[in-house]
Protein backbone atom coordinates (compact mmCIF):
# COMPACT_ATOMS: atom_id res chain seq x y z
CA UNK A 1 0.00 0.00 0.00
CA UNK A 2 0.93 2.98 -0.93
CA UNK A 3 0.93 6.22 1.59
CA UNK A 4 1.75 10.59 2.10
CA UNK A 5 2.72 11.98 5.28
CA UNK A 6 2.32 15.77 6.00
CA UNK A 7 3.44 16.13 9.20
CA UNK A 8 2.05 19.72 10.21
CA UNK A 9 -1.45 20.63 9.60
CA UNK A 10 -0.53 24.27 9.19
CA UNK A 11 2.82 26.21 8.05
CA UNK A 12 2.87 30.00 9.13
CA UNK A 13 5.73 32.59 7.36
CA UNK A 14 6.48 36.08 6.87
CA UNK A 15 6.02 37.69 3.29
CA UNK A 16 9.96 37.34 1.77
CA UNK A 17 10.74 34.41 3.81
CA UNK A 18 11.70 30.86 2.62
CA UNK A 19 9.06 28.23 3.25
CA UNK A 20 9.51 24.36 3.68
CA UNK A 21 6.08 22.16 3.35
CA UNK A 22 7.05 18.59 4.13
CA UNK A 23 5.78 15.31 2.97
CA UNK A 24 6.90 11.94 3.31
CA UNK A 25 5.96 9.14 1.52
CA UNK A 26 5.76 5.08 1.22
CA UNK A 27 5.35 3.13 -1.92
CA UNK A 28 6.34 -0.32 -3.97
CA UNK A 29 8.61 0.38 -6.62
CA UNK A 30 9.78 3.86 -8.36
CA UNK A 31 7.33 6.55 -6.84
CA UNK A 32 5.39 9.18 -9.13
CA UNK A 33 5.58 11.81 -6.70
CA UNK A 34 3.61 14.92 -7.18
CA UNK A 35 2.52 18.41 -5.31
CA UNK A 36 -1.19 19.95 -5.82
CA UNK A 37 -2.41 23.55 -4.74
CA UNK A 38 -5.87 24.23 -3.31
CA UNK A 39 -7.49 27.71 -3.27
CA UNK A 40 -10.92 27.67 -1.09
CA UNK A 41 -13.50 26.87 -3.20
CA UNK A 42 -11.38 25.60 -6.13
CA UNK A 43 -10.10 22.02 -7.64
CA UNK A 44 -6.70 20.83 -6.87
CA UNK A 45 -3.57 22.21 -9.32
CA UNK A 46 -0.65 20.87 -10.19
CA UNK A 47 2.49 22.23 -8.82
CA UNK A 48 5.14 20.34 -9.70
CA UNK A 49 6.14 16.04 -10.45
CA UNK A 50 8.96 14.29 -9.63
CA UNK A 51 9.52 11.49 -12.06
CA UNK A 52 12.81 10.65 -12.77
CA UNK A 53 16.05 12.44 -13.03
CA UNK A 54 17.36 15.56 -11.00
CA UNK A 55 16.46 15.54 -7.49
CA UNK A 56 15.47 19.18 -7.29
CA UNK A 57 12.48 19.94 -9.47
CA UNK A 58 10.84 22.87 -10.58
CA UNK A 59 7.34 23.95 -10.74
CA UNK A 60 4.71 26.84 -10.82
CA UNK A 61 4.75 30.11 -9.18
CA UNK A 62 8.31 29.71 -8.47
CA UNK A 63 8.17 26.73 -6.21
CA UNK A 64 10.60 23.79 -6.25
CA UNK A 65 10.88 20.77 -4.48
CA UNK A 66 13.77 18.36 -3.44
CA UNK A 67 13.45 14.02 -3.54
CA UNK A 68 15.45 12.52 -1.15
CA UNK A 69 15.34 9.05 -1.64
CA UNK A 70 17.00 7.79 1.53
CA UNK A 71 14.88 9.84 3.63
CA UNK A 72 11.71 9.14 1.62
CA UNK A 73 10.55 12.93 1.79
CA UNK A 74 9.42 15.28 -0.91
CA UNK A 75 9.81 18.64 0.75
CA UNK A 76 7.86 21.77 -0.88
CA UNK A 77 10.18 24.89 -1.40
CA UNK A 78 9.82 28.45 -2.27
CA UNK A 79 13.12 30.97 -1.48
CA UNK A 80 11.00 34.06 -1.36
CA UNK A 81 6.81 33.67 0.10
CA UNK A 82 4.17 35.74 -0.88
CA UNK A 83 1.12 36.45 0.64
CA UNK A 84 -1.22 35.00 -2.34
CA UNK A 85 0.61 31.68 -1.90
CA UNK A 86 -1.78 31.13 0.80
CA UNK A 87 -3.37 27.74 -0.15
CA UNK A 88 -3.88 24.20 1.29
CA UNK A 89 -1.13 22.06 -0.14
CA UNK A 90 -1.28 18.30 -0.79
CA UNK A 91 1.26 15.79 -1.70
CA UNK A 92 0.70 12.88 -3.80
CA UNK A 93 2.50 9.87 -4.46
CA UNK A 94 1.38 7.76 -7.35
CA UNK A 95 3.10 3.87 -7.78
CA UNK A 96 3.06 1.44 -10.60
CA UNK A 97 -1.01 0.85 -9.82
CA UNK A 98 -1.62 4.19 -11.52
CA UNK A 99 -3.78 5.97 -8.70
CA UNK A 100 -2.63 8.99 -6.32
CA UNK A 101 -2.40 8.81 -2.93
CA UNK A 102 -2.69 12.13 -1.43
CA UNK A 103 -1.41 13.31 2.30
CA UNK A 104 -3.88 14.75 4.47
CA UNK A 105 -3.12 18.65 3.43
CA UNK A 106 -0.75 21.24 4.69
CA UNK A 107 -2.22 24.79 5.61
CA UNK A 108 0.33 27.35 4.19
CA UNK A 109 -0.53 30.90 5.59
CA UNK A 110 1.53 33.64 4.60
CA UNK A 111 1.35 36.88 6.56
CA UNK A 112 2.36 40.01 5.43
CA UNK B 1 -5.83 25.87 -22.27
CA UNK B 2 -7.99 22.67 -21.58
CA UNK B 3 -9.77 22.13 -18.91
CA UNK B 4 -12.07 19.42 -17.13
CA UNK B 5 -15.27 20.70 -16.15
CA UNK B 6 -17.84 19.36 -14.17
CA UNK B 7 -21.50 19.92 -13.51
CA UNK B 8 -23.73 20.34 -11.43
CA UNK B 9 -21.20 22.87 -9.09
CA UNK B 10 -23.52 22.22 -6.69
CA UNK B 11 -26.56 19.17 -5.66
CA UNK B 12 -28.72 19.06 -2.60
CA UNK B 13 -30.65 15.90 -2.36
CA UNK B 14 -32.60 13.79 0.23
CA UNK B 15 -31.07 10.46 1.71
CA UNK B 16 -32.06 7.67 -0.43
CA UNK B 17 -32.11 9.53 -3.96
CA UNK B 18 -29.68 9.22 -6.65
CA UNK B 19 -27.70 11.50 -7.70
CA UNK B 20 -25.54 11.94 -11.04
CA UNK B 21 -22.24 13.80 -11.24
CA UNK B 22 -20.88 14.73 -14.73
CA UNK B 23 -17.58 15.20 -15.77
CA UNK B 24 -16.28 15.65 -19.22
CA UNK B 25 -12.30 15.08 -19.11
CA UNK B 26 -9.58 17.09 -21.17
CA UNK B 27 -10.35 15.37 -24.65
CA UNK B 28 -7.21 13.73 -25.37
CA UNK B 29 -7.16 12.29 -21.89
CA UNK B 30 -7.40 8.62 -21.05
CA UNK B 31 -7.08 8.01 -17.33
CA UNK B 32 -9.70 9.27 -15.75
CA UNK B 33 -10.48 9.63 -11.89
CA UNK B 34 -12.83 10.76 -8.75
CA UNK B 35 -12.16 11.56 -6.27
CA UNK B 36 -13.62 13.47 -2.92
CA UNK B 37 -13.03 15.65 -0.56
CA UNK B 38 -15.10 16.12 2.87
CA UNK B 39 -15.22 19.07 4.56
CA UNK B 40 -11.75 20.41 2.97
CA UNK B 41 -9.76 18.20 4.34
CA UNK B 42 -8.13 14.92 3.01
CA UNK B 43 -8.81 13.98 -1.00
CA UNK B 44 -9.87 10.21 -1.26
CA UNK B 45 -9.73 8.24 -4.20
CA UNK B 46 -12.73 7.12 -5.15
CA UNK B 47 -12.49 5.11 -8.47
CA UNK B 48 -10.10 4.85 -11.65
CA UNK B 49 -11.07 4.30 -14.90
CA UNK B 50 -9.60 3.43 -18.32
CA UNK B 51 -10.58 1.81 -21.46
CA UNK B 52 -13.98 2.02 -20.65
CA UNK B 53 -14.08 -0.13 -17.44
CA UNK B 54 -12.95 0.32 -14.27
CA UNK B 55 -9.20 -0.22 -13.13
CA UNK B 56 -9.05 0.28 -9.91
CA UNK B 57 -11.69 1.33 -7.15
CA UNK B 58 -11.24 1.61 -2.98
CA UNK B 59 -13.30 0.73 -0.12
CA UNK B 60 -15.42 3.74 -0.56
CA UNK B 61 -16.80 2.87 -3.52
CA UNK B 62 -19.71 0.11 -2.71
CA UNK B 63 -21.94 -1.00 -4.78
CA UNK B 64 -24.09 2.38 -4.08
CA UNK B 65 -21.39 3.87 -6.76
CA UNK B 66 -21.11 3.47 -10.20
CA UNK B 67 -19.28 5.20 -13.22
CA UNK B 68 -19.67 5.21 -17.06
CA UNK B 69 -18.72 6.61 -19.83
CA UNK B 70 -21.33 6.62 -22.05
CA UNK B 71 -20.53 8.25 -25.13
CA UNK B 72 -16.80 8.94 -25.04
CA UNK B 73 -16.89 12.45 -23.87
CA UNK B 74 -19.12 12.40 -20.28
CA UNK B 75 -17.81 10.47 -17.77
CA UNK B 76 -20.29 10.06 -14.56
CA UNK B 77 -20.45 9.10 -11.02
CA UNK B 78 -23.76 7.93 -9.80
CA UNK B 79 -24.77 7.38 -6.40
CA UNK B 80 -27.91 5.11 -6.17
CA UNK B 81 -29.00 5.73 -2.47
CA UNK B 82 -27.58 8.66 -1.11
CA UNK B 83 -26.70 8.56 2.94
CA UNK B 84 -25.92 11.53 4.76
CA UNK B 85 -21.77 10.66 5.02
CA UNK B 86 -22.07 10.59 0.95
CA UNK B 87 -21.80 15.16 1.30
CA UNK B 88 -19.11 15.90 0.25
CA UNK B 89 -17.02 17.69 -2.73
CA UNK B 90 -16.44 15.08 -5.64
CA UNK B 91 -13.93 16.63 -7.74
CA UNK B 92 -13.27 14.57 -11.46
CA UNK B 93 -9.87 14.06 -12.58
CA UNK B 94 -8.16 13.07 -15.78
CA UNK B 95 -4.39 12.19 -17.15
CA UNK B 96 -2.88 12.00 -20.20
CA UNK B 97 -0.56 9.21 -20.38
CA UNK B 98 3.44 10.11 -20.92
CA UNK B 99 5.72 7.73 -22.33
CA UNK B 100 3.02 5.20 -22.60
CA UNK B 101 2.38 5.17 -18.81
CA UNK B 102 0.49 7.09 -16.60
CA UNK B 103 2.91 8.83 -15.01
CA UNK B 104 1.49 12.47 -15.88
CA UNK B 105 -0.29 15.22 -13.18
CA UNK B 106 -3.85 15.18 -12.78
CA UNK B 107 -6.04 17.61 -13.72
CA UNK B 108 -8.84 18.70 -11.63
CA UNK B 109 -11.91 19.41 -12.77
CA UNK B 110 -13.24 22.52 -10.17
CA UNK B 111 -15.75 19.75 -7.88
CA UNK B 112 -19.17 19.14 -7.44
CA UNK B 113 -20.62 20.10 -3.94
CA UNK B 114 -22.88 17.23 -2.64
CA UNK B 115 -25.15 17.63 0.05
CA UNK B 116 -27.35 15.18 1.39
CA UNK B 117 -30.26 15.74 4.07
Known amino acids: AQSVAQPEDQVNVAEGNPLTVKCTYS??????LFWYVQYPNRGLQFLLKYITGDNLVKGSYGFEAEFNKSQTSFHLKKPSALVSDSALYFC??????????FGDGTTLTVKP | EPEVTQTPSHQVTQMGQEVILRCVPISNHLYFYWYRQILGQKVEFLVS????????KSEIFDDQFSVERPDGSNFTLKIRSTKLEDSAMYFC???????????????FGEGSRLTVL
Open chain 2, 93 to 107: ASVLPRGGSDTGELF
Open chain 1, 92 to 101: AVRGNAGKST
Open chain 1, 27 to 32: VSGNPY
Open chain 2, 49 to 56: FYNNEISE
